[in-house]
Protein backbone atom coordinates (compact mmCIF):
# COMPACT_ATOMS: atom_id res chain seq x y z
CA UNK A 1 0.00 0.00 0.00
CA UNK A 2 2.73 2.39 -0.83
CA UNK A 3 0.56 4.58 -3.24
CA UNK A 4 3.16 4.11 -6.04
CA UNK A 5 5.97 5.43 -3.98
CA UNK A 6 8.56 3.79 -2.12
CA UNK A 7 8.01 4.98 1.37
CA UNK A 8 8.62 1.79 2.56
CA UNK A 9 10.50 -1.50 2.08
CA UNK A 10 7.98 -4.20 -0.41
CA UNK A 11 5.49 -5.96 1.66
CA UNK A 12 6.73 -9.43 2.35
CA UNK A 13 5.77 -11.58 5.21
CA UNK A 14 1.80 -12.47 6.45
CA UNK A 15 2.07 -9.28 9.05
CA UNK A 16 3.59 -6.78 6.58
CA UNK A 17 0.21 -5.61 5.15
CA UNK A 18 -1.78 -5.28 8.06
CA UNK A 19 1.28 -3.15 9.77
CA UNK A 20 1.19 -1.09 7.11
CA UNK A 21 -2.73 -0.40 7.01
CA UNK A 22 -2.58 0.66 10.66
CA UNK A 23 0.15 3.14 9.58
CA UNK A 24 -0.90 4.90 7.07
CA UNK A 25 -4.57 5.05 8.40
CA UNK A 26 -2.66 6.64 11.11
CA UNK A 27 -0.78 9.00 9.07
CA UNK A 28 -4.06 10.04 7.03
CA UNK A 29 -5.74 11.05 10.23
CA UNK A 30 -3.22 12.91 11.67
CA UNK A 31 -2.65 14.78 8.33
CA UNK A 32 -6.17 15.28 7.92
CA UNK A 33 -6.82 16.61 11.56
CA UNK A 34 -3.11 18.59 12.03
CA UNK A 35 -4.57 20.39 8.38
CA UNK A 36 -7.98 21.25 9.96
CA UNK A 37 -6.35 22.99 13.44
CA UNK A 38 -3.77 24.62 11.31
CA UNK A 39 -6.94 26.14 8.63
CA UNK A 40 -8.64 26.92 12.04
CA UNK A 41 -5.64 28.52 13.24
CA UNK A 42 -4.80 30.63 10.05
CA UNK A 43 -8.74 31.23 9.98
CA UNK A 44 -8.37 33.35 13.55
CA UNK A 45 -5.45 35.08 13.19
CA UNK A 46 -6.95 36.17 9.93
CA UNK A 47 -9.71 37.22 11.11
CA UNK A 48 -8.73 38.67 14.57
CA UNK A 49 -6.05 40.56 12.93
CA UNK A 50 -5.27 44.15 14.37
CA UNK A 51 -7.43 46.59 12.97
CA UNK A 52 -10.18 43.94 11.69
CA UNK A 53 -13.47 44.35 12.26
CA UNK A 54 -14.14 41.35 14.09
CA UNK A 55 -16.46 41.09 17.03
CA UNK A 56 -14.36 41.00 20.18
CA UNK A 57 -17.27 41.20 22.89
CA UNK A 58 -16.85 37.78 24.33
CA UNK A 59 -17.72 34.27 24.82
CA UNK A 60 -21.22 33.84 23.00
CA UNK A 61 -22.30 31.10 24.48
CA UNK A 62 -21.40 27.39 25.14
CA UNK A 63 -23.31 24.28 23.27
CA UNK A 64 -23.06 21.41 25.73
CA UNK A 65 -24.35 18.34 23.44
CA UNK A 66 -21.58 19.90 21.12
CA UNK A 67 -18.55 19.47 23.93
CA UNK A 68 -20.01 15.72 24.48
CA UNK A 69 -19.83 15.02 21.18
CA UNK A 70 -16.33 15.44 20.33
CA UNK A 71 -15.22 14.35 24.26
CA UNK A 72 -16.82 11.02 23.18
CA UNK A 73 -16.04 10.73 19.44
CA UNK A 74 -12.46 11.85 20.68
CA UNK A 75 -12.49 8.86 23.31
CA UNK A 76 -14.27 6.42 20.66
CA UNK A 77 -11.00 7.26 17.81
CA UNK A 78 -8.25 6.67 21.13
CA UNK A 79 -9.76 3.81 21.98
CA UNK A 80 -10.51 2.28 18.01
CA UNK A 81 -6.85 2.52 17.42
CA UNK A 82 -5.49 1.32 20.69
CA UNK A 83 -7.64 -1.66 20.00
CA UNK A 84 -6.63 -2.18 16.58
CA UNK A 85 -2.65 -1.66 17.64
CA UNK A 86 -3.09 -3.82 20.44
CA UNK A 87 -4.64 -6.66 18.31
CA UNK A 88 -2.05 -6.75 15.87
CA UNK A 89 0.77 -6.62 18.91
CA UNK A 90 -0.40 -9.15 20.97
CA UNK A 91 -1.27 -11.47 17.76
CA UNK A 92 2.74 -11.34 17.05
CA UNK A 93 2.71 -13.14 20.62
CA UNK A 94 1.12 -16.29 19.59
CA UNK A 95 3.02 -18.23 16.92
CA UNK A 96 1.09 -21.28 15.02
CA UNK A 97 1.63 -24.38 16.55
CA UNK A 98 3.86 -25.94 13.69
CA UNK A 99 6.28 -23.17 12.92
CA UNK A 100 9.76 -24.02 12.25
CA UNK A 101 11.76 -23.02 14.74
CA UNK A 102 15.13 -21.60 14.34
CA UNK A 103 17.59 -20.41 17.64
CA UNK A 104 19.06 -16.98 17.00
CA UNK A 105 22.55 -15.28 19.14
CA UNK A 106 23.19 -11.60 18.48
CA UNK A 107 26.67 -10.77 19.96
CA UNK A 108 29.21 -8.17 18.63
CA UNK A 109 29.10 -7.55 15.86
CA UNK A 110 26.78 -10.77 14.18
CA UNK A 111 23.60 -12.82 13.79
CA UNK A 112 24.36 -16.65 14.39
CA UNK A 113 21.44 -18.29 13.51
CA UNK A 114 20.93 -22.46 13.97
CA UNK A 115 18.54 -24.26 12.26
CA UNK A 116 16.66 -27.77 13.46
CA UNK A 117 18.80 -29.93 11.57
CA UNK A 118 22.13 -28.37 13.31
CA UNK A 119 22.89 -26.11 9.96
CA UNK A 120 24.02 -23.10 11.07
CA UNK A 121 24.60 -19.72 9.49
CA UNK A 122 26.17 -16.37 10.25
CA UNK A 123 24.58 -12.95 9.37
CA UNK A 124 22.66 -14.74 7.03
CA UNK A 125 19.28 -16.70 7.42
CA UNK A 126 17.48 -18.85 4.71
CA UNK A 127 13.86 -19.38 5.43
CA UNK A 128 10.66 -21.30 3.05
CA UNK A 129 8.29 -18.83 1.79
CA UNK A 130 4.48 -19.53 3.28
CA UNK A 131 6.05 -21.21 6.46
CA UNK A 132 5.93 -19.72 10.04
CA UNK A 133 9.08 -18.98 11.29
CA UNK A 134 10.07 -18.66 14.95
CA UNK A 135 13.27 -17.26 15.85
CA UNK A 136 14.35 -17.63 19.27
CA UNK A 137 16.63 -14.60 20.12
CA UNK A 138 19.47 -14.59 22.81
CA UNK A 139 22.26 -12.07 22.98
CA UNK A 140 25.84 -12.84 24.54
CA UNK A 141 26.99 -9.45 25.61
CA UNK A 142 24.59 -6.39 25.16
CA UNK A 143 20.71 -5.98 24.11
CA UNK A 144 20.74 -6.37 20.37
CA UNK A 145 17.39 -5.98 17.86
CA UNK A 146 16.53 -8.31 15.38
CA UNK A 147 14.92 -6.19 12.26
CA UNK A 148 14.30 -6.67 8.90
CA UNK A 149 12.35 -4.06 7.10
CA UNK A 150 10.36 -6.01 4.74
CA UNK A 151 8.80 -8.16 7.40
CA UNK A 152 7.59 -5.26 9.66
CA UNK A 153 8.58 -7.34 12.20
CA UNK A 154 11.58 -6.28 15.03
CA UNK A 155 12.26 -7.49 18.54
CA UNK A 156 15.12 -7.06 21.16
CA UNK A 157 17.77 -9.86 22.35
CA UNK A 158 17.89 -9.39 25.57
CA UNK A 159 21.12 -10.68 27.61
CA UNK A 160 19.95 -13.07 30.32
CA UNK A 161 16.90 -13.87 28.53
CA UNK A 162 15.02 -15.67 25.63
CA UNK A 163 13.07 -13.79 23.68
CA UNK A 164 10.86 -15.01 20.20
CA UNK A 165 9.72 -13.47 16.98
CA UNK A 166 7.46 -15.14 14.23
CA UNK A 167 7.01 -14.44 10.79
CA UNK A 168 5.92 -16.14 7.51
CA UNK A 169 7.32 -14.63 4.56
CA UNK A 170 4.93 -13.87 1.44
CA UNK A 171 8.07 -13.32 -1.40
CA UNK A 172 10.89 -14.63 -2.34
CA UNK A 173 13.68 -12.53 -1.92
CA UNK A 174 16.89 -10.99 -0.08
CA UNK A 175 15.81 -9.08 2.25
CA UNK A 176 17.75 -7.04 4.71
CA UNK A 177 17.99 -7.66 8.50
CA UNK A 178 19.81 -4.86 10.69
CA UNK A 179 20.56 -4.94 14.48
CA UNK A 180 18.26 -1.79 15.38
CA UNK A 181 19.28 -0.84 19.05
CA UNK A 182 22.85 0.69 19.41
CA UNK A 183 25.39 -2.14 20.96
CA UNK A 184 29.25 -0.82 20.47
CA UNK A 185 31.64 0.91 18.42
CA UNK A 186 30.30 -1.62 15.32
CA UNK A 187 27.09 -1.24 15.53
CA UNK A 188 26.81 -0.04 12.05
CA UNK A 189 28.30 -3.21 10.67
CA UNK A 190 25.97 -5.75 12.20
CA UNK A 191 23.47 -6.54 9.79
CA UNK A 192 22.86 -9.30 7.42
CA UNK A 193 20.31 -11.02 5.19
CA UNK A 194 17.24 -13.15 5.18
CA UNK A 195 16.56 -15.22 2.19
CA UNK A 196 13.23 -16.51 1.26
CA UNK A 197 12.80 -19.31 -0.55
CA UNK A 198 10.39 -21.46 -2.50
CA UNK A 199 9.93 -24.61 -0.42
CA UNK A 200 11.79 -26.78 -2.81
CA UNK A 201 14.51 -24.39 -2.97
CA UNK A 202 14.74 -24.33 0.18
CA UNK A 203 14.82 -27.99 0.85
CA UNK A 204 17.67 -27.86 -1.76
CA UNK A 205 19.55 -25.51 0.25
CA UNK A 206 19.19 -27.81 3.42
CA UNK A 207 20.34 -30.41 1.78
CA UNK A 208 23.14 -28.74 0.08
CA UNK A 209 24.29 -27.56 4.26
CA UNK A 210 24.26 -31.26 5.13
CA UNK A 211 22.79 -32.60 8.35
CA UNK A 212 24.53 -31.10 11.57
CA UNK A 213 24.29 -31.81 14.98
CA UNK A 214 21.08 -30.43 16.59
CA UNK A 215 21.24 -27.93 18.85
CA UNK A 216 19.25 -30.37 21.28
CA UNK A 217 22.23 -32.97 20.76
CA UNK A 218 24.89 -30.61 21.17
CA UNK A 219 23.22 -29.59 24.57
CA UNK A 220 23.11 -33.08 25.75
CA UNK A 221 26.63 -33.59 25.42
CA UNK A 222 27.44 -30.42 27.27
CA UNK A 223 24.83 -31.57 29.82
CA UNK A 224 26.90 -34.83 30.35
CA UNK A 225 30.48 -32.89 29.63
CA UNK A 226 29.43 -30.25 32.56
CA UNK A 227 28.55 -33.10 35.31
CA UNK A 228 24.87 -32.75 35.43
CA UNK A 229 24.17 -36.12 34.60
CA UNK A 230 25.79 -37.20 37.42
CA UNK A 231 23.01 -36.08 39.58
CA UNK A 232 20.18 -35.95 37.10
CA UNK A 233 20.57 -39.00 35.15
CA UNK A 234 18.53 -41.81 35.78
CA UNK A 235 21.29 -43.98 37.56
CA UNK A 236 22.53 -41.52 40.07
CA UNK A 237 22.69 -41.77 43.73
CA UNK A 238 22.51 -38.37 44.28
CA UNK A 239 18.19 -37.16 44.85
CA UNK A 240 18.22 -34.93 42.38
CA UNK A 241 14.53 -33.16 40.61
CA UNK A 242 13.88 -35.74 37.57
CA UNK A 243 14.56 -33.62 34.38
CA UNK A 244 11.93 -36.25 32.09
CA UNK A 245 8.91 -34.26 30.91
CA UNK A 246 9.41 -31.21 33.52
CA UNK A 247 9.08 -28.27 30.58
CA UNK A 248 5.62 -26.81 30.74
CA UNK A 249 4.55 -28.50 33.83
CA UNK A 250 3.64 -26.89 36.93
CA UNK A 251 6.56 -27.22 39.56
CA UNK A 252 5.74 -27.19 43.53
CA UNK A 253 8.74 -25.22 44.96
CA UNK A 254 9.79 -25.55 49.05
CA UNK A 255 8.23 -22.55 49.82
CA UNK A 256 4.37 -23.74 48.99
CA UNK A 257 4.37 -22.09 45.61
CA UNK A 258 4.22 -23.48 41.65
CA UNK A 259 5.35 -22.73 38.92
CA UNK A 260 5.22 -23.16 35.12
CA UNK A 261 8.58 -24.53 34.36
CA UNK A 262 9.29 -22.32 31.29
CA UNK A 263 12.44 -21.48 29.31
CA UNK A 264 12.54 -18.55 32.39
CA UNK A 265 12.55 -21.10 34.76
CA UNK A 266 15.06 -23.24 33.29
CA UNK A 267 17.22 -20.90 33.06
CA UNK A 268 17.10 -19.71 36.22
CA UNK A 269 17.86 -23.20 37.70
CA UNK A 270 21.25 -23.02 35.95
CA UNK A 271 22.23 -20.09 37.13
CA UNK A 272 20.36 -19.04 39.86
CA UNK A 273 19.62 -22.49 41.33
CA UNK A 274 18.57 -21.63 45.05
CA UNK A 275 16.43 -18.83 43.58
CA UNK A 276 13.81 -21.44 43.15
CA UNK A 277 13.85 -24.66 44.66
CA UNK A 278 11.74 -27.56 43.87
CA UNK A 279 10.07 -29.38 47.06
CA UNK A 280 11.34 -32.27 48.56
CA UNK A 281 14.67 -31.59 47.59
CA UNK A 282 17.87 -29.64 49.31
CA UNK A 283 19.48 -26.69 47.79
CA UNK A 284 22.83 -28.04 47.01
CA UNK A 285 23.38 -27.93 43.32
CA UNK A 286 26.11 -25.11 42.68
CA UNK A 287 25.94 -22.11 40.05
CA UNK A 288 26.62 -22.20 36.21
CA UNK A 289 26.60 -18.44 36.17
CA UNK A 290 29.76 -17.81 34.60
CA UNK A 291 30.68 -21.06 33.63
CA UNK A 292 28.63 -21.58 30.58
CA UNK A 293 28.16 -18.70 28.31
CA UNK A 294 24.52 -17.62 26.23
CA UNK A 295 25.31 -19.99 23.42
CA UNK A 296 26.04 -23.05 26.03
CA UNK A 297 22.54 -21.92 27.46
CA UNK A 298 21.25 -22.29 24.28
CA UNK A 299 21.94 -25.74 24.06
CA UNK A 300 21.06 -26.74 27.34
CA UNK A 301 17.94 -24.97 26.99
CA UNK A 302 17.37 -27.30 23.78
CA UNK A 303 18.35 -30.35 25.42
CA UNK A 304 15.72 -30.17 28.34
CA UNK A 305 12.94 -28.71 26.07
CA UNK A 306 13.25 -32.05 24.24
CA UNK A 307 12.53 -34.04 26.92
CA UNK A 308 8.94 -33.07 27.15
CA UNK A 309 6.95 -33.56 24.42
CA UNK A 310 5.64 -30.25 24.86
CA UNK A 311 9.25 -28.64 24.47
CA UNK A 312 9.83 -30.96 21.22
CA UNK A 313 10.31 -28.20 18.64
CA UNK A 314 9.29 -28.57 15.32
CA UNK A 315 12.54 -30.31 12.98
CA UNK A 316 10.86 -30.99 10.06
CA UNK A 317 12.06 -29.26 7.04
CA UNK A 318 9.94 -29.18 4.08
CA UNK A 319 11.61 -31.67 2.05
Known amino acids: MSFGIPFA ?18 LAFTTAL ?6 LVVGYAVKYRAGSGADRTGERG ?8 WTLASLI ?10 TLFMRRDHPPADALQIAGLGKQWMWEFRHPG ?3 EIDELHVPVGKPVVVSLASQDVIHSFFVPAFRVKQDAVPGRTTHV ?10 HLFCA ?13 VDALPPEQYAAWLSDQGEGETLAATGEKLFRALGCSGCHGNSSKVRAPPLENVYGR ?17 RDSILQPKKEVAAGYEPVMPSFDGLVDEAELQMLLAYLKSLSPQGSTNSESIR
Do not use: K
Not at 9 to 26: I, K, N, R
Open 118 to 120: GQR
Open 166 to 175: WFTATEPGHY
Open 250 to 266: PVALANDATVIADERYL
Open 34 to 39: GAFLTL
Open 9 to 26: PSEASSAAASVDTLFYTL
Open 62 to 69: RSLPLEIG
Open 181 to 193: EYCGTQHSEMGGW
Open 77 to 86: IAFAIFGWGA
